[in-house]
Structures are given as structure tokens and as C-alpha cells.
């Protein structure tokens, strides 16, 4: 694959009651916009996350990874672990990023990615924005969390769950029946929660990238 040419830029983005650092990277031609929500203690430095968006940039996607916390957010979830479960917490930051996303750049699709609590959070917005939601891709997400949510969520939703994490897997399972859009539930063979197998994180950036090309046309349009 030839590699595409990308700029990437740090970007703020103000959630109401707090500003979030975020890195915001776009290929020169884009179709869609992919926001990740990481996962539970997590940051936008999440080496998985990142792997992920690299190869959807490759794909043609811009990618913003941002800080669902912040700093000093981060400094007490490090010796409590509470708000790292405080999914109304993190969607609404998720919503907010998705909101300055769409008043500020061009009417790119925007599809949300999910890892863990993350995944929850993704949902969610896509339940509050469902006219700019195209899509939603959870890895290991624990996405039952979203709670009555997920009854207004119409957009297409990829569950990607790793076999060797069963407890995560029936989550999932009982959530893609609550979910009112189209839902594809896609196991991973050998995989635990992390994916960090060899060959485990390069299986859903497929599994990613093939659903991108059925939620999005070519020139960035919802295909008809």
C-alpha cells in the first residue's frame, strides 16, 4: 500500500467544564473521521488505539485520539479508578469532541471507536448525535455500561470481542440484541481483552477497515 500523505496536529477541545489535549490527524484526501474513546486508565497515547488509527489513516480516515480526562482528572483515577467507569462523564466529552468535530471542519462522517469503558461512551454519543454518527467499532468494549442507550442507537455497530475474554464476549452478545441498528458481533480467535496476541490488534484494524468501507462511500458520503 502506497502511504498516504497526513498532517498531524495537537489540538484543545472544550468540554463544557473542562479543556481535553487531543492529537487530530488528517490525510490529505480523507473520507471519514474516526474518534476513539479509550479504554479504562487509559490516554490518547494508548499504543493500541494508535495502531489502529494508522492504519485507518492508511485507509483514507482522519483520526482524532483524544484525552477523555484531564490531567489532574487523571492523577485522582490513578489512585481511585473511579471516573474511568463514570460513562456519563466520558460520553459527554465524547459528545463534545464530536460537536466541535462538526462546527469546526467539513461534513466528513464521523464514526466513533470505542476500546473498553470507551466503548460505552462511543455508543452513547452515537445515541445523542445519531445524524452525524455513520457507524461505531468497539474493541473489547464493555459496552453494556451504556444502559438504556443502547435502545437509541441506530447507527451500524461492529462489536470486536477477543474468544479468550468470555465474560466481555456474553456482555456483548446480550448488548448487540438491545441495539436497534444493524450489529455485527466479530470474535477474535486466540484474542484476550487487549488483543495483544501476535496478529490480535491486526485482525480488528480489518475487521475496522472493511466496516469504514460499507458505512462510507469513496468521496466521504453515507453509501446509498
Same mark, same amino acid.
Given at each position: 500500500?502506497?502511504?498516504?500523505?497526513?498532517?498531524?496536529?495537537?489540538?484543545?477541545?472544550?468540554?463544557?467544564?473542562?479543556?481535553?489535549?487531543?492529537?487530530?490527524?488528517?490525510?490529505?484526501?480523507?473520507?471519514?473521521?474516526?474518534?476513539?474513546?479509550?479504554?479504562?486508565?487509559?490516554?490518547?497515547?494508548?499504543?493500541?488505539?494508535?495502531?489502529?488509527?494508522?492504519?485507518?489513516?492508511?485507509?483514507?480516515?482522519?483520526?482524532?485520539?483524544?484525552?477523555?480526562?484531564?490531567?489532574?482528572?487523571?492523577?485522582?483515577?490513578?489512585?481511585?479508578?473511579?471516573?474511568?467507569?463514570?460513562?456519563?462523564?466520558?460520553?459527554?466529552?465524547?459528545?463534545?469532541?464530536?460537536?466541535?468535530?462538526?462546527?469546526?471542519?467539513?461534513?466528513?462522517?464521523?464514526?466513533?471507536?470505542?476500546?473498553?469503558?470507551?466503548?460505552?461512551?462511543?455508543?452513547?454519543?452515537?445515541?445523542?448525535?445519531?445524524?452525524?454518527?455513520?457507524?461505531?467499532?468497539?474493541?473489547?468494549?464493555?459496552?453494556?455500561?451504556?444502559?438504556?442507550?443502547?435502545?437509541?442507537?441506530? @447507527?451500524?455497530? %461492529?462489536?470486536?470481542?477477543?474468544? /479468550?475474554?468470555?465474560? $466481555?464476549? *456474553? #456482555?456483548?452478545?446480550? !448488548?448487540?440484541? &438491545?441495539?436497534?441498528?444493524?450489529?455485527?458481533?466479530?470474535?477474535?480467535?486466540? @484474542?484476550?481483552? %487487549?488483543?495483544?496476541?501476535?496478529? /490480535?490488534?491486526?485482525? $480488528?484494524? *480489518? #475487521?475496522?477497515?472493511? !466496516?469504514?468501507? &460499507?458505512?462510507?462511500?469513496?468521496?466521504?458520503?453515507?453509501?446509498?
Amino acid at each position: 500500500m502506497t502511504e498516504a500523505a497526513a498532517t498531524e496536529r495537537a489540538v484543545r477541545i472544550d468540554a463544557g467544564d473542562a479543556t481535553l489535549d487531543a492529537d487530530l490527524t488528517t490525510p490529505d484526501v480523507a473520507r471519514a473521521v474516526v474518534v476513539f474513546a479509550h479504554g479504562s486508565g487509559s490516554s490518547r497515547h494508548s499504543p493500541r488505539n494508535r495502531h489502529v488509527a494508522g492504519a485507518l489513516q492508511q485507509a483514507g480516515c482522519a483520526t482524532l485520539l483524544m484525552d477523555l480526562l484531564t490531567a489532574e482528572e487523571e492523577h485522582v483515577d490513578l489512585a481511585t479508578g473511579e471516573l474511568r467507569f463514570d460513562i456519563g462523564l466520558l460520553a459527554g466529552r465524547l459528545v463534545a469532541a464530536v460537536d466541535w468535530w462538526t462546527a469546526d471542519a467539513d461534513e466528513l462522517p464521523v464514526v466513533t471507536f470505542g476500546a473498553s469503558t470507551g466503548a460505552a461512551a462511543a455508543l452513547i454519543t452515537a445515541a445523542d448525535r445519531p445524524e452525524q454518527i455513520v457507524g461505531v467499532v468497539s474493541r473489547g468494549g464493555r459496552v453494556d455500561l451504556a444502559g438504556a442507550a443502547l435502545g437509541r442507537v441506530v @447507527a451500524p455497530t %461492529l462489536l470486536v470481542v477477543g474468544e /479468550a475474554d468470555p465474560q $466481555v464476549l *456474553e #456482555l456483548n452478545r446480550r !448488548a448487540a440484541e &438491545r441495539l436497534r441498528g444493524p450489529v455485527d458481533v466479530e470474535v477474535v480467535a486466540g @484474542a484476550t481483552h %487487549l488483543f495483544e496476541e501476535p496478529g /490480535a490488534l491486526d485482525a $480488528v484494524v *480489518e #475487521l475496522t477497515i472493511a !466496516a469504514v468501507d &460499507r458505512w462510507v462511500a469513496p468521496g466521504g458520503r453515507r453509501p446509498t
